[in-house]
T-cell receptor, first 112, second 110 residues
């Protein structure tokens, strides 16, 4: 089955470290998104990409960067992790011409 | 600006009782509204979307443009309905994002 896969599933890192979360998809969708989920705050959009050369900031992009290495891959980096970036991170894809989003399993990141 | 409001953080309902999860939205164009569900330790998955007008797992939702609402309803709650529910708003314009509400945790009491 075509899927959206996130790696790693869980990660603990120290304050100040650089960390990369990866997302790959076999759905052939051109749009990809990174969200973070926090209790009581729901899902907030970090970055999104319509294709390899089109990357856009979401509502909470500060402290994060992204790379769209190929249509199928969209990586999220924390340049210098801080404790309030502890959250559950979700990657999602969406085909052009439709509005339904498909989510990865999530990456639980803890910054200590 | 796109905005989705889910006023209830937690909703506790007895098994067999009716369920209504509220969602209001703000959008200047032609919106597409969705309900996503997240069961414990699982990824978000689409429950239903307003354009399909179908019932999934007994849930229905009607888009009310006058009240800018898209409330999720089920006449008889089941224990397996316990989950986190997110209302989401998207559009067909190229630049449109998918915006989620803060979510409502539905807890079905035995």
């Amino acid at each position: 089955d075509a899927d959206v896969t996130q790696t790693p599933r869980n990660r603990i890192t120290k304050t100040g470290k650089r960390i990369m979360l990866e997302c790959s998809q076999t759905k052939g969708h051109d749009r990809m998104y990174w969200y973070r989920q926090d209790p009581g705050l729901g899902l907030r959009l970090i970055y999104y990409s319509f294709d390899v050369k089109d990357i856009n900031k979401g509502e909470i992009s500060d402290g994060y960067s992204v790379s769209r290495q190929a249509q199928a891959k969209f990586s999220l980096s924390l340049e210098s992790a801080i404790p309030n970036q502890t959250a559950l991170y979700f990657c999602a894809t969406r085909p052009s011409g439709d509005t339904e989003a498909f989510f990865g399993q999530g990456t639980r990141l803890t910054v200590v | 600006a796109q905005r989705v409001t889910q006023p209830e953080k937690l909703l506790s309902v007895f098994k067999g009782a009716p369920v209504e999860l509220k969602c209001n939205y703000s959008y200047s164009g032609s919106p597409e509204l969705f309900w996503y569900v997240q069961y414990s330790r699982q990824r978000l998955q689409l429950l239903l979307r307003h354009i399909s007008r179908e019932s999934i797992k007994g849930f229905t939702a009607d888009l009310n443009k006058g009240e800018t609402s898209f409330h999720l309803k089920k006449p008889f709650a089941q224990e397996e309905d316990s989950a986190m529910y997110y209302c989401a708003l998207g559009g067909m314009n190229r630049d449109d994002k998918i915006i989620f509400g803060k979510g409502t945790r539905l807890h079905i009491l035995p």
